[in-house]
């Protein structure tokens, strides 16, 4: 037909392809299915405890999260013998198919489930059941069954299909054969001899099809094999694929159902690397593996099989894939060392890649903490998300804010649930960024976030397109290999330097206040009780709760994933984790407390005060004991009695009333709608607020974004400002309070303003009861400094940003993360906002602005509607952050000193020892502990300033040796033997591990 165009031959062959699709299975007898359904999953030894139900297609079995056991049992017809025999089985729901011991053995997935179809379709419903059936065949399957799709909707709960069917495996062949080569063809040029050969073929092939019969398939089949059986020339890009299952470990669902996602996941990769020799298959998070092998031991053991065999890959050097604007410094070493450790003991594999897909950003001082880890490489595609500008490279060095390096990866098909189809091949040569300089790329197939991962479809694809002309070759392999090769052509690569930041989901900053309010008071008060724990197993000998530690930092860590911490997932999440996080911070705490107490009455007190303080600086601070103040000033991670730290101490000189707070170094004014108008540094007589301008003022905006993405120009819908409706002041003790009540809509907000007696920072002690819906709640400080740049606190350090729009790339980064603080600077003077659980921020020109809550609709429709309280506290201060050492004040806020009666002792009079000196005053302490293999103490340190420095490090108790550590916690290098200090050279941000060996603990 040599006047016909190949728009016809197209829609000829996508027609013979869809006949084709709908002649492979021929249903020949119905399964009897009956299912037994509880609210939550049981085991398989309970099975048949549910509500039992006997099921036929179009009968509803449960609703949303309901769990159901199905036994579908059957027989094959004696006339199908000698003909290929499957299953097809679709509950609307999710089901793990198990063997007769209750193992899983193979996922499957709702046809209907939701999904971007562009990038194939996600269901799975097809059990083989013999090849060549004999006929008489029994079939008695249990299977365990979930009432949601892969993300977490309700679609129907109503049994769609359970039949046995033939298939014909040459129908089933040349179906993916058109497949394959329409996909093909639509991707070459018009002007292409391939693409019109190929459409000519799939012409032919059409027409002989006409007819569907097993003559006219085997034709057919001839007809392309000639196209299929072309091979590719010299590659120019050699694309590395590994089947992917990327397992959000919540977030539509609740976490209970990702361990059962895990098993349908997990079964599957396993069932078809039966099938499919060339199979590789790689999953992330150690987490997921623990929850296997909790739940499910034979699978895992399995699995272990499968990895000592090399076709299935670990991946990742976390715990989970967390958050990583969010979570703490310390919280990162914890989810690598924990991560690591797994995949080393578990399977003994050094894990050297950082596998986070689908982060919402990534902080600057990742490059450190992995190459300190023993991290080389990095993979991630979420950057391809970004809204205005692209990030220039696929392939490139990242550098971090310390000036350490790692090679970083983005898939170029920008996606972790590549179908892996010739589209698919096309889109990473012609995207490929890097393809001037690199000839490897990386893609992952298989349906992911949901799980299920690769299905036949993608495995069938890449059987065709692995050296196919008219597109890259395709080489199935392990991520590692493809770092391997990456690796050697890294000196051409360019160096990215700084955060990657993520320009979208800049409201998961803000959104669930709550959680992140546990996430932050959890990092702290581990901190503290390892401290404690240390000093009482140091100093006394006391016994150090390792395995506990161990289990609470796993759950918190848990809790850091990407879809937990930043506040994207449903409601179900957040009621369990609240509730969770409330037993853990008060067993945190309480373990702290004793230990405290411990510690104090092995020191020789008796029924007297001791103050604690685990920062490694000396504070002077006011604490309340008994209803009396005192003036205490405790050595730096030390302790002393109350009697023996007060200081006598007038407190004449503040002032509050419902206009003004004042002490001897700040004045305070409030206009009458209860905002502040003037901060006035009398020390250096300059005022701190911009004249004119109204400072503390709770704007709030119209947010109809939901939990990842609020509205860019939410300054233009300005919904109102919190209304002033009390005001009162007072001085109590040493301090100077207005206390003031805002009104809007149906919530409330009571904010103790407090000025201390000596001190130099004003806090703002907040209780809200918000119960507004789509907005969003602000608040703000028009500083009177000018600076171009805003230094922002992340881990282990902090990172420049632009306080101006001047560009499209400053525009698009306006809501910022930072921690502790954030802080406009001049070289003579500065303002700092500090908090204690906030994390989102924007600063334009002079304004310091901390978004507070936000209340979006979706995934969770109950957002932040809530009780919430948090602090914050306004820094005046004399020269530059570096200069005021502002850090120290972020620290303080996070950790106040701890005051604990010691018990009725009869033991010796210990003196209180200096565990820890630093005496360098840009050098932060940052953890302590016992190490996770020895009975060396691990001290963990880092510069704070972006600076050169030289301290000595000094133990109050005598060293075996002293050594320099990686983040793993093994030994790099002695410093020190046969003393108890050490000299540390530190540059800039430059993160320490240091390794003591305590002389009376050698042998302990």
């Keep these: 037909m040599p006047y016909e165009t190949n728009a016809i031959f197209l829609k000829k062959a996508k027609f013979a392809m869809s006949q084709l699709e709908q002649s492979i299975y021929e249903p020949i007898a119905l399964l009897s299915v009956t299912a037994w359904v509880t609210p939550e999953p049981v085991a398989y030894t309970e099975r048949t405890s549910g509500q039992q139900i006997k099921l036929e297609p179009g009968d509803k079995w449960g609703d949303l999260w309901d769990c159901a056991w199905f036994h579908f049992e059957g027989k094959v017809p004696e006339a199908q013998a000698g003909r290929k025999i499957v299953l097809l089985i679709d509950v609307n729901g999710e089901l793990c198919l198990v063997d007769h011991e209750g193992t899983p053995c193979q996922g499957l997935t709702n046809i209907n489930s939701q999904f971007d179809y562009i990038l194939g379709l996600p269901g799975k419903r097809v059990v083989d059941i013999s090849p060549s059936a004999e006929g008489g065949e029994v079939i008695n399957l249990w299977a365990d069954g979930g009432c949601n799709d892969l993300f977490g909707n309700y679609r129907s709960g109503r049994l769609k299909e359970a039949v046995i069917a033939v298939c014909y495996e ?83 669902w609740p ?78 070493v914890r989810q690598i060392l924990y991560g690591k450790r797994f995949f080393q003991q578990e399977f003994g594999q050094e894990m050297k890649v950082l596998w986070l897909p689908d982060v919402f950003g990534y902080s600057g001082s990742l490059p450190q903490l992995l190459k300190k880890s023993g991290v080389d490489y990095m993979m991630t595609q979420k950057l391809s998300w970004s809204e205005y500008n692209t990030h220039p490279h696929h392939s490139f060095i990242w550098e971090g804010i310390d000036g350490t390096q790692v090679l970083t990866h983005l898939p170029p098909e920008d996606t972790y649930n590549s179908p892996a189809a010739p589209r698919s091949l096309v889109k990473i040569e012609n995207s490929y960024l890097d393809r001037n300089v690199s000839a490897y790329a990386l893609m992952l197939f298989g349906i992911g976030d949901g799980g299920g991962g690769p299905g036949e479809e993608h495995l069938e694809r890449l059987a065709r397109v692995k050296n196919l002309s008219g597109v890259p070759p395709v080489i199935q392999e392990p991520s590692i290999d493809f770092f391997h090769r990456l690796d050697q052509e890294a000196s051409r690569f360019q160096t990215y330097k700084g955060e990657l930041y993520l320009e979208k989901h800049q409201g998961t900053l803000t959104t669930q206040g709550r959680n992140k309010w546990y996430n932050r008071k959890m990092e702290k008060a581990l901190r503290e009780l390892e401290y404690a724990a240390s000093l009482l197993w140091a100093v006394h000998g006391g ?36 509730e969770r996080y409330a037993l853990l911070l008060a067993e945190v705490r309480t373990m702290a407390k004793d230990t405290f107490e411990e510690i104090a ?36 991670m030390s302790y002393r009695s109350l009697e023996d730290s007060v200081h006598v101490m007038s407190v004449a000189g503040l002032m509050a009333s419902e206009h003004e707070l004042e002490n001897e170094k700040l004045k305070v004014i409030f206009d009458e709608n209860g905002s ?120 282990f350090g902090y990172i420049k940003r632009p306080t101006t729009r001047n560009t499209l790339i400053e525009f698009a980064k306006d809501e910022i993360c930072a921690h502790q603080y954030i802080d406009l600077s001049q070289p003579d003077y500065g303002v700092a906002l500090l908090n204690d659980c906030k994390y989102g921020y924007s600063v334009l020109h002079n304004v310091l602005d901390l978004n507070l809550l936000r209340s979006p609709a979706y995934p969770d429709p109950t957002a932040d509607r809530a009780q919430h309280k948090f602090t914050y506290a306004l820094y005046p201060h004399a ?88 983040l793993m916690e093994n030994p790099i290098g002695v410093l020190q033997s046969n003393d108890s200090q050490a000299e540390l050279h530190f540059t800039p941000f430059e993160i320490k591990t240091i390794r003591v060996q305590l002389h009376h603990l050698v042998n302990a």
Excluded at 210 to 224: K, L, Q
Excluded at 287 to 304: A, G
Excluded at 739 to 755: A, P, T
Aim: negative net charge.
């Design 676 to 795: 502040i108008v003037s901060v006035y540094d009398k020390l250096l007589s300059r005022e701190a607020i911009r004249p004119g301008t109204q400072a503390n003022v709770f704007m709030i905006y119209h947010d109809n974004g939901d939990a990842w993405d609020f509205p860019h120009d939410y300054r233009e819908t300005v919904a109102g400002a919190m209304r002033l409706v009390r005001s009162t002041a007072h001085v109590v003790g040493p301090t100077a309070v207005v206390e003031q009540e805002y009104h809007y809509g149906e919530s409330i907000l009571v904010q103790k303003i407090v000025l201390t007696m000596g001190g130099s920072t004003i806090e703002f002690e907040t209780e809200v009861d918000w119960r507004e819906s789509g907005k969003m709640l602000r608040v703000s400080f028009p500083t009177s400094v000018s600076s171009d740049q805003v230094n922002c606190e992340i881990q």
């Design 255 to 332: 976490i209970r159902e990702t361990i059962r996602k895990g098993a349908r996941t997990f079964s599957t990769a396993l069932y078809n690397m039966e099938k499919y020799p060339d199979y590789r298959f790689g999953a992330s998070q150690p987490q997921l593996y623990q929850w296997m092998k909790e739940s499910y031991p034979l699978l895992y053991d399995k699995i272990k099989e499968r990895i000592r065999e090399g076709r299935w890959e670990p991946q990742g050097a976390m715990w989970v894939e967390p958050d990583t604007n969010i979570s703490g410094g310390e919280a990162l």
């Design 543 to 578: 016994s150090y709760p390792a395995a506990r530690l161990e289990e609470i930092w796993k759950e918190v860590l848990l809790y850091q994933f990407h879809d937990i911490l930043p506040g994207s997932s449903i409601t179900r999440v957040y009621d369990e984790s609240l």
């Design 879 to 966: 020269g530059n952050f570096i200069q005021a050492i502002v850090y120290r004040k972020g620290y303080e806020l996070n950790t106040p000193l701890t005051i604990v009666e010691a018990h009725q002792t009869e033991a010796t009079k210990c003196e209180p020892i200096q565990l820890i000196q630093i005496d360098h005053p840009y050098v932060m302490v940052e953890s302590v502990k016992k190490a996770e293999d020895s009975n060396h103490l691990i001290i963990r340190l880092y510069e704070t300033a972006g600076t050169e420095a030289r301290g000595v490090i000094s133990f109050g108790l005598e060293c075996l040796s002293i050594e320099e550590a990686d």
């Design 601 to 636: 009455s092995l020191s020789g007190g008796s029924k007297q005060p001791f103050i604690f303080n685990s920062l490694p600086w000396e504070r002077q601070e006011w604490v309340e004991w008994n209803g009396k103040w005192h003036l205490a000033s405790v050595p730096a």
């Design 170 to 252: 040459e129908t089933r062949s040349l179906y993916y054969d058109f497949e394959v080569l329409i996909d093909l063809a639509e991707q070459l040029p018009e002007t292409s001899a391939r693409k019109t050969q190929i459409y000519q073929c799939l012409y032919d092939a059409a027409n002989q099809l006409t007819e569907m019969n097993t003559d006219n398939v085997r034709r057919a089949s001839e007809r392309i094999n000639g196209e299929l059986s072309k091979r590719g020339g010299d590659p120019s890009v050699t694309i590395s694929a590994i089947g992917h299952a990327h397992m959000d470990l919540a977030w539509l």
